[in-house]
């Protein structure tokens, strides 16, 4: 059984590109949290979805950020228009339900240049 | 006040010490902690779930929770260089899912 799979591992962008970050959840898990780490800081929540479905985006900038969990094919986090200040390994965890142990894929580290 | 606090560090302990890592909680309603282990440039790694006040032994690692005093910690048994890493301090916030809150983690180093 195959872990969570992110990717790319790494994306290099330049200022106004679009980013798309890749997370396909462990079999049986539908559902996903995307999560962002800046430099020397902890783990931030953005986004929680099931299939289909946005359930919690509390913490997703509100401009440029979206993301999605289509009934087929991975989890998409895109921000468009990137920033330097959109630098940072981002990371997607599953569950099999809402209140049960999520696990972490290895992360994408984006780079803003 | 942040959601979760913890000290940054870094700790630094020496091999075959207890490192013993601290963190405080501001949401009295959250019922689930964690503790994950990063190393540098890697995901995190859950190594212990804590639920109700008390102790929690698993191996060499001991969690700690006191809800009264909204305190979570982890202490490390015999801490050996591989324990190295930064430590985060996770938890469910009163809600009932699984949106983990982290603290900014604490860099623990422990020498030969």
């Known amino acids: 059984n195959a872990g969570v799979m992110q990717n790319p591992r790494h994306l290099v962008r330049r200022r106004g590109q679009e980013a798309r970050l890749r997370c396909s959840p462990m079999k049986g898990h539908s559902h996903v949290y995307w999560y962002r780490q800046l430099p020397e800081e902890g783990l931030k929540f953005m986004v929680y979805?099931?299939?289909?479905?946005?359930?919690?985006e509390s913490g997703m900038p509100k401009e440029r950020f979206s993301a999605e969990f289509p009934k087929e094919g991975p989890s998409i986090l895109r921000i468009q228009q990137v920033v330097r200040g959109d630098s940072a390994a981002y990371f997607c965890a599953s569950s099999p339900s809402r209140d049960s142990e999520a696990f972490f894929g290895q992360g994408t580290r984006l780079t803003v240049v | 006040q942040k959601e979760v606090e913890q000290n940054s560090g870094p700790l630094s302990v020496p091999e075959g010490a207890i490192a013993s890592l601290n963190c405080t909680y501001s949401?009295?309603?959250?019922?689930?902690f964690f503790w994950y282990r990063q190393y540098s440039g890697k995901s995190p790694e859950l190594i212990m779930s804590i639920y109700s006040n008390g102790d929690k032994e698993d191996g060499r690692f001991t969690a700690q929770l006191n809800k009264a005093s909204q305190y979570v910690s982890l202490l490390i048994r015999d801490s050996q260089p591989s324990d190295s890493a930064t430590y985060l301090c996770?938890?469910?916030?009163?809600?009932?899912?699984?949106?983990?809150?982290f603290g900014a983690g604490t860099r623990l180093a422990v020498h030969p």
């Open positions: 979805l099931q299939k289909e479905n946005i359930i919690d």
């Open positions: 949401d009295r309603g959250s019922q689930s």
């Open positions: 996770a938890l469910i916030p009163s809600g009932g899912y699984n949106k983990l809150i």
